[in-house]
Protein backbone atom coordinates (compact mmCIF):
# COMPACT_ATOMS: atom_id res chain seq x y z
CA UNK A 1 0.00 0.00 0.00
CA UNK A 2 1.65 3.59 -0.94
CA UNK A 3 1.41 6.14 0.73
CA UNK A 4 -0.62 9.40 -0.20
CA UNK A 5 1.18 13.10 -0.60
CA UNK A 6 0.80 15.77 -2.50
CA UNK A 7 -2.83 16.95 -3.48
CA UNK A 8 -3.04 15.88 -7.06
CA UNK A 9 -2.78 12.64 -4.94
CA UNK A 10 -5.61 13.21 -3.38
CA UNK A 11 -7.59 14.49 -6.14
CA UNK A 12 -7.68 11.02 -7.63
CA UNK A 13 -8.54 9.96 -4.56
CA UNK A 14 -11.29 11.76 -3.76
CA UNK A 15 -14.47 9.70 -2.28
CA UNK A 16 -17.31 8.68 -4.17
CA UNK A 17 -20.54 8.24 -1.92
CA UNK A 18 -20.36 9.16 1.64
CA UNK A 19 -22.27 6.49 4.03
CA UNK A 20 -21.54 9.06 6.69
CA UNK A 21 -22.27 12.84 5.94
CA UNK A 22 -21.17 15.13 8.60
CA UNK A 23 -20.61 18.69 9.01
CA UNK A 24 -22.89 19.30 6.12
CA UNK A 25 -26.26 19.81 7.63
CA UNK A 26 -27.92 22.21 9.64
CA UNK A 27 -29.67 19.44 11.88
CA UNK A 28 -27.61 16.42 13.24
CA UNK A 29 -29.01 12.68 12.30
CA UNK A 30 -28.38 9.40 13.62
CA UNK A 31 -27.22 6.83 10.33
CA UNK A 32 -26.96 3.39 11.07
CA UNK A 33 -23.54 1.43 10.71
CA UNK A 34 -23.38 -0.27 7.98
CA UNK A 35 -20.43 -2.17 8.72
CA UNK A 36 -19.59 -4.79 11.33
CA UNK A 37 -17.67 -4.41 14.60
CA UNK A 38 -15.95 -7.77 14.92
CA UNK A 39 -14.69 -8.57 11.33
CA UNK A 40 -12.93 -11.81 12.33
CA UNK A 41 -14.32 -15.27 12.60
CA UNK A 42 -14.43 -15.68 16.52
CA UNK A 43 -12.18 -18.73 15.91
CA UNK A 44 -9.14 -16.26 14.44
CA UNK A 45 -5.72 -16.19 15.48
CA UNK A 46 -5.20 -14.04 18.14
CA UNK A 47 -5.26 -13.46 21.97
CA UNK A 48 -8.51 -12.51 22.40
CA UNK A 49 -11.09 -15.44 23.22
CA UNK A 50 -14.42 -15.79 21.51
CA UNK A 51 -16.69 -13.98 25.03
CA UNK A 52 -13.85 -11.10 24.51
CA UNK A 53 -14.63 -10.92 20.89
CA UNK A 54 -18.48 -11.54 21.84
CA UNK A 55 -18.25 -8.26 24.30
CA UNK A 56 -16.54 -6.33 21.91
CA UNK A 57 -19.07 -6.97 18.98
CA UNK A 58 -21.97 -5.75 21.55
CA UNK A 59 -20.65 -3.11 23.59
CA UNK A 60 -17.78 -1.74 20.97
CA UNK A 61 -14.99 -1.98 24.18
CA UNK A 62 -13.38 -4.75 25.80
CA UNK A 63 -11.26 -4.49 28.90
CA UNK A 64 -7.71 -6.47 29.14
CA UNK A 65 -6.63 -5.99 32.55
CA UNK A 66 -3.04 -6.58 33.41
CA UNK A 67 -1.71 -6.75 29.44
CA UNK A 68 1.38 -5.18 30.69
CA UNK A 69 3.39 -5.95 33.69
CA UNK A 70 3.92 -4.16 36.81
CA UNK A 71 7.59 -3.61 35.51
CA UNK A 72 6.90 -2.69 32.34
CA UNK A 73 4.73 0.28 33.44
CA UNK A 74 7.36 2.02 35.67
CA UNK A 75 9.12 1.57 32.65
CA UNK A 76 6.48 3.33 30.33
CA UNK A 77 5.79 5.73 33.33
CA UNK A 78 9.99 6.64 32.74
CA UNK A 79 9.62 7.22 28.95
CA UNK A 80 6.77 9.30 29.72
CA UNK A 81 8.24 11.78 32.38
CA UNK A 82 11.11 11.82 30.15
CA UNK A 83 9.27 12.94 27.06
CA UNK A 84 6.88 15.38 28.96
CA UNK A 85 10.20 17.77 30.27
CA UNK A 86 12.37 16.90 26.92
CA UNK A 87 13.03 20.23 26.06
CA UNK A 88 12.96 19.43 21.76
CA UNK A 89 9.76 17.38 22.41
CA UNK A 90 8.16 20.18 23.85
CA UNK A 91 9.15 22.39 21.04
CA UNK A 92 8.08 20.26 18.38
CA UNK A 93 4.39 20.67 17.00
CA UNK A 94 3.07 17.06 17.73
CA UNK A 95 3.21 18.15 21.56
CA UNK A 96 0.48 19.55 22.66
CA UNK A 97 -0.17 21.70 26.09
CA UNK A 98 -3.20 22.15 27.97
CA UNK A 99 -5.18 25.24 27.67
CA UNK A 100 -4.97 26.23 31.50
CA UNK A 101 -1.62 25.38 31.94
CA UNK A 102 1.23 24.80 29.54
CA UNK A 103 1.62 21.07 30.97
CA UNK A 104 1.64 18.61 28.11
CA UNK A 105 -1.84 17.25 27.78
CA UNK A 106 -0.67 14.66 24.41
CA UNK A 107 2.17 13.90 22.46
CA UNK A 108 1.45 12.63 18.92
CA UNK A 109 2.77 10.36 16.93
CA UNK A 110 4.43 8.70 19.75
CA UNK A 111 5.22 5.34 18.32
CA UNK A 112 7.84 7.05 16.21
CA UNK A 113 9.30 9.19 18.45
CA UNK A 114 10.11 6.42 21.41
CA UNK A 115 11.49 3.63 20.38
CA UNK A 116 10.21 2.26 23.33
CA UNK A 117 6.71 2.83 22.55
CA UNK A 118 6.61 1.64 19.41
CA UNK A 119 7.60 -1.50 20.06
CA UNK A 120 4.10 -2.13 22.11
CA UNK A 121 2.26 -1.44 18.38
CA UNK A 122 3.98 -5.16 17.12
CA UNK A 123 3.30 -6.62 20.77
CA UNK A 124 1.36 -9.56 20.19
CA UNK A 125 -0.70 -8.55 22.97
CA UNK A 126 -1.67 -5.64 21.83
CA UNK A 127 -1.06 -6.44 17.74
CA UNK A 128 -2.44 -9.56 17.68
CA UNK A 129 -5.88 -8.23 19.11
CA UNK A 130 -5.98 -5.42 16.48
CA UNK A 131 -5.75 -7.77 13.82
CA UNK A 132 -8.71 -10.26 15.07
CA UNK A 133 -11.08 -7.12 15.70
CA UNK A 134 -10.45 -5.39 12.34
CA UNK A 135 -9.87 -9.07 10.12
CA UNK A 136 -7.07 -7.67 8.69
CA UNK A 137 -3.46 -6.47 8.10
CA UNK A 138 -3.64 -3.28 10.19
CA UNK A 139 -1.38 -0.10 10.06
CA UNK A 140 -1.29 2.73 12.88
CA UNK A 141 -3.19 5.70 12.17
CA UNK A 142 -2.86 7.56 15.29
CA UNK A 143 -0.88 7.50 18.42
CA UNK A 144 -0.81 9.26 21.45
CA UNK A 145 0.01 10.03 25.17
CA UNK A 146 -2.87 11.64 27.26
CA UNK A 147 -1.21 12.60 30.31
CA UNK A 148 -4.32 14.05 31.89
CA UNK A 149 -2.34 15.31 34.44
CA UNK A 150 -3.44 15.89 38.34
CA UNK A 151 -4.95 19.25 39.58
CA UNK A 152 -6.23 20.26 36.33
CA UNK A 153 -5.84 17.78 33.13
CA UNK A 154 -8.30 19.11 30.49
CA UNK A 155 -11.01 16.53 30.00
CA UNK A 156 -12.31 15.64 26.19
CA UNK A 157 -15.87 16.50 25.41
CA UNK A 158 -18.38 13.40 23.94
CA UNK A 159 -17.97 12.32 20.69
CA UNK A 160 -16.52 9.81 18.00
CA UNK A 161 -13.12 9.37 16.95
CA UNK A 162 -14.26 8.02 13.53
CA UNK A 163 -16.93 10.82 12.86
CA UNK A 164 -13.39 13.02 12.91
CA UNK A 165 -11.45 10.79 11.55
CA UNK A 166 -13.81 10.23 8.61
CA UNK A 167 -14.44 14.11 7.80
CA UNK A 168 -11.00 15.61 9.13
CA UNK A 169 -8.61 12.11 7.34
CA UNK A 170 -10.73 10.82 5.06
CA UNK A 171 -11.03 7.54 7.08
CA UNK A 172 -13.72 5.86 4.45
CA UNK A 173 -15.76 3.43 7.05
CA UNK A 174 -15.03 2.67 11.00
CA UNK A 175 -12.96 -0.54 10.69
CA UNK A 176 -10.54 0.95 12.58
CA UNK A 177 -10.09 0.33 16.85
CA UNK A 178 -8.14 2.49 19.38
CA UNK A 179 -6.20 0.35 22.30
CA UNK A 180 -5.85 2.35 25.36
CA UNK A 181 -2.80 1.47 27.60
CA UNK A 182 -3.21 2.90 31.35
CA UNK A 183 0.06 3.86 33.04
CA UNK A 184 -1.60 5.05 36.26
CA UNK A 185 -4.83 3.93 37.93
CA UNK A 186 -7.67 5.09 36.40
CA UNK A 187 -10.34 5.87 38.81
CA UNK A 188 -13.97 7.24 38.27
CA UNK A 189 -12.68 10.53 39.96
CA UNK A 190 -9.29 10.93 37.84
CA UNK A 191 -11.08 11.39 34.38
CA UNK A 192 -10.95 7.65 33.30
CA UNK A 193 -12.38 7.14 29.71
CA UNK A 194 -16.27 7.05 29.46
CA UNK A 195 -17.87 4.92 26.80
CA UNK A 196 -22.06 4.70 25.83
CA UNK A 197 -22.06 0.84 25.36
CA UNK A 198 -23.72 -0.05 22.24
CA UNK A 199 -23.02 3.62 20.61
CA UNK A 200 -20.73 2.51 18.64
CA UNK A 201 -23.48 1.15 16.21
CA UNK A 202 -25.01 5.02 15.19
CA UNK A 203 -22.91 7.04 13.75
CA UNK A 204 -23.94 10.52 14.93
CA UNK A 205 -23.76 13.34 12.27
CA UNK A 206 -22.21 16.77 13.48
CA UNK A 207 -23.19 20.27 12.52
CA UNK A 208 -21.09 22.84 11.62
CA UNK A 209 -18.16 23.38 8.91
CA UNK A 210 -15.13 22.09 9.49
CA UNK A 211 -12.64 25.23 9.33
CA UNK A 212 -9.25 25.24 7.92
CA UNK A 213 -6.49 23.94 10.40
CA UNK A 214 -9.36 22.71 13.12
CA UNK A 215 -6.98 20.53 14.73
CA UNK A 216 -4.96 23.39 16.23
CA UNK A 217 -8.00 24.14 18.45
CA UNK A 218 -9.38 20.86 18.16
CA UNK A 219 -6.92 18.95 19.83
CA UNK A 220 -6.88 21.26 23.20
CA UNK A 221 -10.70 21.61 23.28
CA UNK A 222 -12.85 19.69 20.51
CA UNK A 223 -15.97 22.09 19.23
CA UNK A 224 -16.79 21.18 15.64
CA UNK A 225 -17.29 17.42 15.50
CA UNK A 226 -18.86 17.53 19.03
CA UNK A 227 -22.75 16.16 18.69
CA UNK A 228 -25.63 18.45 19.84
CA UNK A 229 -26.73 17.92 23.66
CA UNK A 230 -29.80 16.38 22.33
CA UNK A 231 -28.21 13.72 20.31
CA UNK A 232 -25.85 12.77 23.05
CA UNK A 233 -28.92 12.49 25.47
CA UNK A 234 -30.94 10.47 23.28
CA UNK A 235 -27.72 8.04 23.30
CA UNK A 236 -26.98 8.08 26.91
CA UNK A 237 -30.76 7.30 27.91
CA UNK A 238 -30.64 4.44 25.24
CA UNK A 239 -26.78 3.35 26.47
CA UNK A 240 -25.93 4.36 29.51
CA UNK A 241 -22.08 5.50 30.29
CA UNK A 242 -19.59 2.64 31.33
CA UNK A 243 -16.89 4.11 33.17
CA UNK A 244 -13.70 2.75 32.08
CA UNK A 245 -11.30 2.10 36.06
CA UNK A 246 -8.68 -0.05 36.24
CA UNK A 247 -5.38 -0.49 37.60
CA UNK A 248 -2.33 0.49 35.51
CA UNK A 249 -0.74 -1.47 33.12
CA UNK A 250 -4.78 -2.37 32.11
CA UNK A 251 -6.03 -1.69 28.37
CA UNK A 252 -9.61 -0.44 26.67
CA UNK A 253 -9.51 -1.70 22.94
CA UNK A 254 -12.82 0.17 21.72
CA UNK A 255 -14.39 0.59 18.21
CA UNK A 256 -13.38 3.99 16.46
CA UNK A 257 -17.40 4.77 16.44
CA UNK A 258 -17.84 4.82 20.42
CA UNK A 259 -19.61 7.44 21.70
CA UNK A 260 -17.11 8.47 24.49
CA UNK A 261 -15.11 11.42 26.86
CA UNK A 262 -13.69 11.75 30.01
CA UNK A 263 -13.90 14.21 32.31
CA UNK A 264 -11.52 16.99 33.81
CA UNK A 265 -9.19 15.83 36.57
CA UNK A 266 -9.00 18.17 39.65
CA UNK A 267 -7.48 14.97 41.93
CA UNK A 268 -3.78 14.67 42.56
CA UNK A 269 -3.50 11.62 40.61
CA UNK A 270 -2.68 11.92 36.98
CA UNK A 271 -5.03 9.57 34.69
CA UNK A 272 -1.78 9.00 31.55
CA UNK A 273 -2.60 6.43 28.86
CA UNK A 274 -1.16 5.33 25.43
CA UNK A 275 -3.53 5.24 22.72
CA UNK A 276 -2.87 2.69 20.05
CA UNK A 277 -5.00 3.64 16.65
CA UNK A 278 -5.08 0.81 14.41
CA UNK A 279 -7.19 0.87 10.82
CA UNK A 280 -7.53 -1.72 8.60
CA UNK A 281 -5.31 -1.53 5.48
CA UNK A 282 -8.83 -2.31 3.53
CA UNK A 283 -9.83 1.09 5.12
CA UNK A 284 -7.27 3.46 4.05
CA UNK A 285 -8.07 7.15 3.99
CA UNK A 286 -8.89 9.17 1.36
CA UNK A 287 -9.28 12.53 1.46
CA UNK A 288 -11.40 14.24 3.90
CA UNK A 289 -15.06 13.45 3.83
CA UNK A 290 -16.07 17.03 5.05
CA UNK A 291 -12.80 19.04 6.02
CA UNK A 292 -10.83 21.85 3.38
CA UNK A 293 -7.41 19.93 3.78
CA UNK A 294 -5.89 16.58 5.40
CA UNK A 295 -4.98 16.59 8.63
CA UNK A 296 -1.00 16.86 9.08
CA UNK A 297 0.47 13.13 9.20
CA UNK A 298 1.43 13.16 12.76
CA UNK A 299 -2.04 13.11 13.51
CA UNK A 300 -3.64 11.15 10.69
CA UNK A 301 -1.23 8.82 9.16
CA UNK A 302 -0.73 8.59 5.34
CA UNK A 303 1.53 5.28 4.99
CA UNK A 304 -0.49 2.34 5.11
CA UNK A 305 2.09 0.30 5.75
CA UNK A 306 1.05 -2.84 7.48
CA UNK A 307 2.52 -3.65 11.47
CA UNK A 308 3.88 -7.09 11.29
O1 LIG B 1 -8.91 14.40 16.52
C1 LIG B 1 -8.41 13.33 16.89
O2 LIG B 1 -7.94 12.49 16.11
C2 LIG B 1 -8.29 13.12 18.38
N1 LIG B 1 -9.35 13.73 19.10
C3 LIG B 1 -10.04 13.11 20.05
C4 LIG B 1 -10.88 13.92 20.95
N2 LIG B 1 -10.03 11.78 20.20
C5 LIG B 1 -9.38 11.01 19.13
C6 LIG B 1 -8.11 11.69 18.71
O3 LIG B 1 -7.16 11.66 19.69
FE1 LIG C 1 -11.40 10.30 21.27
Not at 17 to 38: K, L, N
Not at 133 to 142: F, M, P
Not at 252 to 262: A, E, I, L, V, Y
Amino acid sequence: MTAVTGSTDLDQLRPTGDRYPTRVSGTPAFIDRAEPTVWADRASAGMFGAQELDAHARDGFVQVPDLLTADEVAGYRRELDRLATDPAVRADERCVVEKSSDEVRSIFEVHLISELIGRLVHDERVLSRARQILGSDVYVHQSRINYKPGFGGGGFYWHSDFETWHAEDGMPGPRAVSCSISLTDNHEYNGCLMIMPGSHRTFVSCVGETPADNHLSSLTEQEIGTPDPESISKLSDRHGIAMMTGAAGGATFFDSNCMHGSGNNITPYPRSNIFLVFNSVENACLAPYSAPAPRPEHIGARDFSPVR
